[in-house]
């Protein structure tokens, strides 16, 4: 085995980049380092800025519209109860009983012949 734990025999392609890798990490020194840069602030485009405020904008209206309608609603209810529920269908299948003659209609006062039965 070699110093990198492959076994001797390695293929010559993995050898010269072995070989590469190793020249570039000892070429470089404590002078070719720079310190870190802060990191600097996102730059905003006129386009997303523009956006936000349509938005909010947006946002603001609807708050508003909702607390008119909240007014509204509160002015017109009046502390009333709500009348009852009605069905959507219409009433069908009881009928109004006829109404009963005011007067009793006189029964005749002759018996009719009745046949005579065998």
Known sequence: MNEYGTRSGAAPVEERLRAALAARAHAVGP?????????????????????????????????????????VLSRTHDGHPAPPARSPHPRTGTPSPAPSPA???????????????P
């Open 103 to 117: 007067t009793p209609s006189p029964a005749p006062a002759t018996p009719t012949p009745r046949a005579a039965h």
């Open 31 to 71: 002078a070719d380092l720079r310190p870190l840069s802060p990191p600097a602030a996102p730059v905003r485009s006129r386009r997303a800025r523009a956006r936000r405020m349509v938005v909010g904008g947006m946002a603001l209206a609807a708050v508003a519209a909702l607390a008119i309608l909240t007014l």
